[in-house]
């Protein structure tokens, strides 16, 4: 049938095009416009020559002047980076904010999505569309076989042993509801301890205090060392026989530490507990392997991995999640449905109640498929020297405090720094920065106003890098926070 | 060119450059504090000199009568006038920049807050992602007086907006400000879009509660209003909900 195959064509297209344009990345910047690959032509931006960063054949024109003289001969922030070879595939990395080229820096609250996944998305809806599981028809075995595709891929990226043991859910924070709601109802008993660290998410802290309420539970949080990281010695001191799960980030939002999960683990097995671990800041940046560390529970979000919204995903080993009762009830997740009873389907699908976020799955996969063409030890060596460089350029602004621990040999630190400077509110350099230059910060609690209260302040600023960002990004960036440091100063 | 209503809290004054003054009977208002007018052929621009800083060449600046024992006029129609003069100023600011700067100098001219006093945590408005603090109560003549403070200085700038345009207000016509009044006075937005609509909003519904509160015998003529605060509260939430990522 013509219309099938003109899609298979363009699939084609699609994955030919994206093989080679990975490989000869100067091929895509030399016919940017070629319309007889639906990839490029949908790639509809407006390039000022402020906005317009090339890599591979050319230096890159960047107008702004670099703030900081360190690491301006590291080759890996050269202009042939990950960054400037990445950026052209982000449509919407090149527009104008307010007369300024933007430069967007708050990727640990949401990162944005290559070309490809938007195609993935818009050939879903145009080409195949149509609910899963049940239907007998071609386009409806069409979209199963591509949300399920989705699934291995997901478990396939985190070496997870069976698909089986990915649960797609709305988003992170429904995962760890899920595990709270039904794992932790069934299994947690008046005076069990949970522990946590005073760093996490209200998405990881939240659902557990509502079922300790519900169950008698105890939470018991670690705190900081005098680094500003999370007090690893004191967490493991916390672990006793009463400990039946521990729930701690992999990677820190706000102070940009990493928890050596495998140790964790260990030390938490030891006493019989389980871990869920909220991968939301790693999976992203990192090689996250479930099985060499272990971890009973993983939970991450697809937008902020370069997917869409709207979908998330559980990991839990397959002994877990068969033995956990429902959580949501309805269809899909159901065996067989009488009036007073009903008997449920085997995980994944228990967990899955009503009709998925397809599209957005699929998109994920999309999703882990660039990535994983790039490589994450790639993606994650370029943004630890990112990393270094966003984190010294910023020690060079009077009167500032960066949270979180040093970068030093022993100690990495993800793309993100989080930081007040003195006399000057947050919210107030958040503003300025957008309306003046174009860069997008945050501002705020960001989700962890327990470690806020801990480090004595009501909000801090956020600057967060992803693959896509470049030491230009930074650049600009410390101009821009300098200018808006003299400006705020100006008017005391 | 004078032109508007004379009230008699204000002292209007025109020079041969016309400029304009404007002085408040403010309780709290500190005298040092010099305010300028300044018309423009066709719409009113109106410029704010703060203590420090800005003059504005080819004006005389002429002192500001601050006279804080005029009598109060009654306020009927101050408060529209001084909501729709406040919008008529920012909206004539294109630049979201400018708009920054105004409520800078805003902060700058807001009387300075007894911090022990204003920042007490009852005083507390809540959903601002900034800590903002704001105190009502009543003089000899019925009227609201406001004191608000805040730790960041584009908040403060808000506040005080606010406090211009509803301190020494009745009771009653606090409490009929409506959010959508102040849409114009967005900072930093294009078009209407609701993040800094927040503040302003957050900070409006906290006086006319705190307003309500100093009057408890007549909760009815307030209740239209607090219909559309809910209302307005699930749009606030919702603004939180994306505020608070």
Wanted: net charge neutral.
């Amino acid at each position: 049938m013509p219309l099938s195959t003109l899609t298979l064509f363009n699939l084609c297209c699609n994955s030919i095009m994206e093989t080679v344009v990975h490989k000869l990345p100067s091929f895509k910047l030399l016919n940017p416009t070629s319309s007889s690959s639906h990839y490029c032509s949908s790639a509809t931006t407006t390039r000022t020559s402020k906005s317009f960063r090339i890599g591979s054949r050319r230096r890159s024109f960047s107008i702004s002047a670099s703030a900081s003289a360190v690491r301006q001969d590291n080759p890996a922030l050269g202009s042939v980076s990950l960054g400037h070879i990445t950026r052209p595939d982000f449509p919407i990395l090149h527009q104008e904010v307010n007369g300024s080229r933007l430069v967007y820096l708050d990727n640990a609250a949401t990162s944005q999505k290559p070309t490809a996944v938007l195609n993935a998305l818009q050939n879903y809806y145009e080409a195949y569309n149509s609910n899963v599981h049940r239907g007998i028809h071609y386009l409806s075995a069409r979209a199963t076989d591509e949300y399920e595709l989705a699934r291995k891929k997901v478990a396939a990226f985190i070496n997870a042993s069976d698909s089986r043991e990915i649960v797609f859910t709305k988003n992170a924070t429904e995962a760890i509801n899920l595990v709270a709601y039904s794992w932790g109802l069934s299994n947690l008993k008046p005076e069990d301890e949970v522990i946590l660290t005073i760093a996490e998410h209200h998405s990881a802290i939240v659902p557990w205090q509502l079922v300790a309420q519900k169950t008698g539970a105890i939470l018991k949080f670690a705190s900081l060392n005098q680094d500003e990281a999370p007090d690893v010695d004191n967490l493991r001191q916390m672990f006793s026989r009463k400990t039946k799960i521990v729930v701690v980030h992999h990677v820190s939002n706000t102070l940009a530490s990493v928890l050596p999960i495998e140790e964790i683990v260990l030390w938490a097995h030891d006493v019989g507990a389980k871990v869920l671990v909220d991968a939301c800041q790693s999976v992203p940046h990192m090689v996250v392997n479930v099985q060499s560390l272990n971890v009973d529970f993983l939970v991450a979000s697809s937008h902020k991995m370069c997917g869409p919204t709207g979908v998330g995903f559980l990991y839990g080993k397959s002994e877990l999640l068969s033995a956990m009762p429902p959580f949501l009830g309805g269809g899909e997740m159901i065996s067989d449905v009488f009036l007073d009873h009903s008997t449920y389907a085997e995980p994944p699908s228990r967990f899955e109640a009503g009709t998925p976020a397809i599209g957005e799955a699929i998109g994920l996969g999309a999703a882990i498929d660039y990535l994983s063409r790039l490589g994450m030890q790639k993606i994650h060596d370029y943004e630890i020297e990112l990393a270094k460089y966003l984190y010294e350029s910023l020690l060079s602004v009077p009167n500032i405090h960066v949270y979180g621990p040093a970068p030093s040999e022993n100690v990495d630190r993800a793309a993100l720094c989080s930081f007040n400077i003195e006399n000057i509110h947050p919210t107030d350099i958040a503003t300025f920065l957008d309306q003046q230059h174009g860069v997008a910060i945050r501002s705020g609690h960001h989700c962890a106003q327990p470690l806020h209260r801990h480090l004595g302040v009501n909000a801090s600023a956020r600057a967060s890098l992803h693959f896509y960002n470049t030491k230009e990004d930074v650049d600009d960036f410390i101009q821009a926070l300098n200018d808006t440091v003299n400006f705020f100063n100006s008017f005391k | 060119m004078v032109s508007g209503p004379t009230i008699t809290t204000l002292s209007l004054s025109s020079s041969s450059s016309s400029s304009f003054l404007f002085g408040f009977s403010s309780l709290k208002f500190s005298q040092r504090t010099r305010l300028k007018f300044i018309d423009n052929v066709n719409e009113r621009k109106f410029t704010f000199a703060p203590l420090k800083c800005i003059r504005v060449s080819g004006f005389d600046s002429c002192s500001a009568s601050t006279a804080t024992e005029a009598p109060l006029a009654p306020s009927s129609e101050l408060v529209s006038d001084k909501l729709h003069r406040l919008a008529t100023e920012f909206r004539a600011l294109h630049e979201p920049i400018d708009r920054v700067k105004r409520l800078l100098h805003y902060a700058a001219i807001l009387p300075p807050a007894d911090e022990s006093r204003t920042r007490a945590p009852e005083n507390r408005v809540t959903g601002c992602t900034t800590q903002v603090w704001v105190e009502a109560e009543l003089d000899e003549s019925g009227r609201v007086r406001f004191r608000a403070d805040s730790d960041s200085e584009i908040s403060k700038g808000f506040c005080s907006c606010l406090i211009c345009v509803l301190d020494g207000a009745d009771p009653e016509e606090v409490a009929m400000v409506k959010a959508d009044d102040l849409s114009d006075l967005n900072v930093g937005l294009h078009g209407k879009s609701h993040s800094r609509v927040n503040t302003w909003h957050n900070v409006l519904v906290a006086m006319q509660k705190r307003t309500k509160a100093l009057l408890p015998q007549h909760p009815q003529m307030l209740q239209p209003v607090l219909h559309t605060c809910t209302f307005s509260r699930q749009l606030q939430f919702h603004l939180l909900c994306m505020l608070h990522m």
